[in-house]
Each structure stands twice: as C-alpha cells, then as structure tokens.
C-alpha cells in the first residue's frame, strides 16, 4: 500500500512536467505559425519576391484590390499623365461587377497580378477553394485582354501551406511588398509621400490602396506627388515584372 501511494504521489511532477513541456511546445507551434502566415519575405514552398534586386535604381507601384468602377479612372489618369506602368493586383468579384474598368487597365498596358477571388483570407482552406480562388481570377484577367505573366498577391499578405503549396505547383510567384506607405491608419495624403520617398530603395515593391471611394483617397492624392519625388531621388518606376528581370549581363 505504502509503494502504491508512493508511486502515485512520484509520478504527479513527472506528469506535471510532461503536461508543461507539451504546453510550451504547443505555444511555440503556435507562434512559429504565425509568424510563418505573417511572414512578408518568406514562404514554405514556391517563390516569392519582396522586392527585387538592388543593381538599379528601379521601383514597381502596386496597387491591391482593383478595379473599382468610381476611383479606377482616376488612377488610370494620374498613370497616363505621368507616363508610368504599374502592377494592379486584380479582385475576382470586383472584376466580375466592373469588366470595362478592368479592361480599360489592361488597355493602358499596365500589368495585372491577381489577388483571389473574394479576398477572404487562404487561411484552413481545402484544396478545390484555392484552386477556385485563383484560377477564377485569372479566367477573368485573361478576358480583360491581358496577356502577360500572372504573378499572385494573397489577401492581407497570409500564407501557411495550402496556397503556397498550389502555388509551387502551378508555378505562380507570390509578391510581397516592402514598402507600405500608408500602413497607419487615417495618414495624409502629405504623410503618405514622405514616408513613400523615405522607405524608397532599389527594388523597391510599393504597395498602396488607391481604389476604396473615401477612405484611400489621401493615396490617390499621394500618388501624383510620390511618382515625381521619386523621379526627383533618380529612380524609375517599372511594373513588378520588369524589376524582377535581370540585369543583362555586359557582352
């Protein structure tokens, strides 16, 4: 009797141990995770780009969740006049509800990257849901009349496995950013250039959010003033796929 208390009462700190380690363990799964799904430079599998190389002095402007039918135009305007292409990450449903805004995109020759159908987050989602997502959107960029090279964006920049994994497979490559201007909440159209120009570098990836009515228009005011400040620092703005091409090499 006096054994069987005795081992009883000797295992509880082996117990209590085992249960604490299982503890910590799962906290830093949990951490590991999401870090990983927030991570801007990194993903399991496939390729992805936040910026590009540093060789030249070359910057992309991206802009998410185009097209809208009532902001579009003016973004396309300020583009013209200034005499630059960018990369518009493209929503399926937005597409879908405005196709002329969406063709008139490509028609002024800009690039188009897609960014799911729905913009819900990739996130514990089957297999035939990220096809769908993806392949929906590229359906109705092909039908805008765009021709060039696709490359992916995922919604609010989250990634674990599944999409990655689709990715690789397909051989799409996610595009990241690292420069976000207007990351604060409610910035002005002022605050967003200065921050543009400080967070400007070579192969800078620039992400901004130019199409919601009112709440980015400060970012459709900025656009003007951060495409000549960063002519003015000697840079060139490209489409994401031209800052992604290599240099040639000298013969």
């Not at 993903?43 to 910057?59: F, M, P, S, T, Y």
Request: glycine share 6%.
């Amino acid at each position: 009797m006096r054994t069987f208390i005795y081992n009883r009462l000797g295992n509880k700190p082996m117990k209590l141990k085992i249960l604490l380690i299982g503890l910590a363990l799962a906290i830093a799964a949990a951490i590991g995770l999401y870090l990983l799904m927030n991570a801007r430079c990194y993903q399991l599998l496939g390729n992805l780009v936040c910026h590009g190389a540093d060789e030249r002095k070359r910057v992309a402007l991206t802009f998410d969740d185009a097209p809208s039918e009532r902001t579009s135009d003016a973004v396309l305007a300020v583009l013209a006049e200034k005499n630059v292409k960018a990369t518009f990450f493209m929503i399926g449903e937005n597409m879908a509800r405005h196709p002329q805004a969406a063709q008139r995109i490509a028609a002024a020759g800009h690039e188009m990257g897609n960014h799911s159908y729905s913009h819900r987050r990739f996130l514990l989602r089957s297999p035939a849901f990220i096809a769908r997502e993806i392949e929906d959107t590229n359906t109705l960029i092909r039908a805008a009349g765009y021709h060039g090279p696709i490359h992916f964006r995922p919604p609010y920049g989250k990634k674990l496995l599944g999409l990655p994994w689709y990715l690789a497979r397909h051989h799409i490559t996610t595009v990241m950013w690292d420069s976000e201007p207007a990351r604060h909440q409610s910035p002005t159209a002022e605050a967003i250039t200065a921050a543009a120009l400080a967070q400007a570098h070579n192969g800078a990836i620039i992400l901004l959010h130019p199409f919601c009515p009112d709440a980015c228009r400060a970012e459709r005011e900025a656009l003007p003033h951060i495409i000549d400040g960063l002519r003015a620092q000697g840079y060139t703005l490209v489409t994401v796929s031209t800052l992604l091409t290599p240099k040639p090499e000298n013969p």
